[in-house]
């Protein structure tokens, strides 16, 4: 399975026409079914080829955990 980070960096899109409700930033590939972010044009390129299965998505955010410093 394909996970986003295979595809690279994050490649953003910009909105023309002013701001959009949240909601609308997504549409359903008509191929996969998957939510799509039209935000991330790295998403919006990979749901445009014929043949693909779903993106296996990942969280962004990582935590570092530091030790305690002794006072």
């Not at 986003?4 to 997504?26: A, M, N, R």
């Not at 590939?29 to 990942?58: A, N, S, W």
């Amino acid at each position: 399975m394909t996970m986003l980070s295979d595809l690279g960096p994050p490649t953003p899109g910009k909105l023309h026409g002013g701001d959009i409700p949240e909601k609308q930033h997504f549409y359903q590939c008509p191929y996969c079914g998957q939510k799509v972010d039209q935000r991330d044009l790295r998403q919006v390129y990979y749901h445009e080829g014929p043949r693909h299965e779903p993106l296996e998505l990942e969280d962004g955010a990582t935590i570092i955990i530091f030790p305690r410093l002794q006072e």
